[in-house]
């Protein structure tokens, strides 16, 4: 294996996707256990790296009993990625006079506020965040990942969803490793929230209102800086990126999320044999949540997750959890 690259960091490859990507490159019909005996990786972690890189373009999957990886073609690939920044680039791009200018004269908008405001402190940010809520009217746009300013939960949210106020939010894997995760966003899905997972996301920020936001400055522990967006093309470009992210991610079905809620009372699947605790398992795999993560969401051992799934690839005759995966969706359990 080649060590940590660097290069496709710029289109949201991680320098360890980037190092399974050129072994891939390498290696056309590559196994996940060849991937895993060259890198000294576990097989988890070298099967969530291939998914990533699948839902970029750049690899995809051989079938067969054993399923093998390769490469798609570099450079149109990569292209590809280029271009669907390219319009979000663009946007910002097009806002950097007025962003010099906002810095430079703390420049005002019609109504006397500032454009543009740095926040120093995460009690700065939280206390931004919690004010745009409350202002909030009609909707709110959130990117939901780790770090998070002072704490996970949103004690907020529910009672603006009874009002009347849409909530969507994008989540990526790791916004669920804390225990309760599971039934957290399964209560907020009930209560309204409209919810879909990525399994990478750039950022995090709350929208409100497609007039304002509030996002940190960097995305390294702890989150010191962050700044509030007024009523900019900064905004409208965020709101975009928003919209397509959410095409492109797996919406979440509230019954799989939902621990302890009573199964619903409708026909099974005949050719299923599958619970509502097994769809829900095959949600999170699908999701690209860790077995540990899976296994404390749950609440069972790791050992018993992965006796769990035995018997989940049994029903579903399949052999990898990639196969599992694809027959649950064709059958609609997921």
């Not at 070298?46 to 839902?55: G, K, P, T």
């Not at 959130?142 to 009002?163: A, G, K, S």
């Not at 609440?299 to 035995?310: A, Q």
């Not at 990898?320 to 995966?325: D, E, K, M």
Request: hydrophobic content about 40%; aromatic content about 6%; some cysteine.
């Amino acid at each position: 294996m080649q060590e940590d690259g660097r290069a496709l960091e710029i289109v949201g490859i991680s320098a360890f996707d980037e190092r399974i990507y050129r072994s891939v490159l390498a290696c056309p019909g590559i196994t996940v256990q060849e991937l895993v005996r060259r890198s000294g990786e576990s097989s988890g972690r070298i099967q969530s790296s291939l998914s990533r890189l699948r839902v970029k373009g750049l690899v995809s999957r051989l079938w067969g009993r054993s399923p093998r990886w390769t490469a798609t073609n570099p450079g149109t690939a990569i292209r590809a990625l280029v271009r669907d920044m390219q319009s979000e680039l663009d946007l910002l791009t097009d806002t950097a006079d007025e962003l010099e200018a906002a810095f430079r004269d703390v420049g005002t908008d019609p109504a006397g506020g500032d454009q543009i405001e740095v926040l120093a402190g995460p009690e700065e940010q939280a206390r931004w965040y919690v004010r745009l809520q409350q202002e909030a009217k009609e909707e709110v746009l959130t990117f939901d990942r780790p770090p998070y300013v002072l704490d996970y939960h949103n004690p907020l949210q529910t009672d603006l969803l009874r009002n009347g106020v849409r909530y969507r939010t994008l989540y990526v894997p790791e916004a669920f490793d804390h225990p309760g995760a599971l039934d957290e966003v399964g209560s907020l899905i009930r209560a309204g929230e409209e919810a879909r997972i990525l399994p990478w996301l750039p950022f995090k920020m709350a929208l409100v209102d497609r007039s304002r936001a509030v996002m940190p400055l960097h995305m390294e522990p702890p989150l010191t800086r962050g700044v509030l967006i007024r009523g900019s093309t900064v905004v409208v470009a965020l709101v975009e990126l928003f919209e397509r992210l959410w095409r492109e991610a797996l919406p979440v079905r509230p019954e799989l999320w939902s621990h302890g809620v009573p199964e619903p009372q409708v026909a099974p699947d005949p050719g299923a044999g599958l619970s509502v605790e097994d769809r829900r398992l095959l949600a999170l795999l699908a999701a690209g949540l860790k077995d540990d993560a899976i296994a404390r969401q749950l609440g069972t051992s790791p050992r018993s997750l992965r006796r769990r799934l035995r018997h989940l690839l049994d029903e579903l005759n399949a052999e990898t959890r990639f196969q599992a995966g694809a027959q649950a969706s064709r059958r609609g359990l997921v």
